[in-house]
């Protein structure tokens, strides 16, 4: 389900995350646990192809963790939050599709 490489063998089970989450709220800290996958991979923006990473993370921690200087977080299955460097890089704007 999450991990940070290419093969099964590297993701962790929905059990396995689950008993992560319970040890992080057992230790009663102040703290969050965000499970997160990442992935770099081909993007192709309008005709450009180019290479980035991608992370994937349930949006209400990912809210938590980042901050919007224009525009709102998405809503639903379907948005992404980029980042200045990649936005820059192809001139993306807000609301771009």
């Excluded at 993701?11 to 995350?17: D, G, N």
Aim: glycine share 10%; with cysteine; hydrophobic share 35%.
């Amino acid at each position: 389900m999450f991990g940070g490489g290419n093969d099964d063998e590297s993701y962790i089970s929905k059990k396995q995350l689950q008993k992560i989450d319970k040890v992080v709220a057992s230790a009663n800290c102040k703290c969050d646990f965000i499970a997160m996958h990442s992935d770099s991979d081909t993007i192709y923006v309008r005709s450009e192809k180019g290479h980035s990473t991608i992370y994937g993370a349930d949006m209400a921690s990912v809210e938590n963790i980042v901050d919007v200087e224009e525009g709102n977080f998405p809503t639903g299955d379907n948005g992404v939050v980029i980042g200045p460097t990649l936005a820059d890089r192809y001139d993306l704007n807000v609301g771009a599709t």
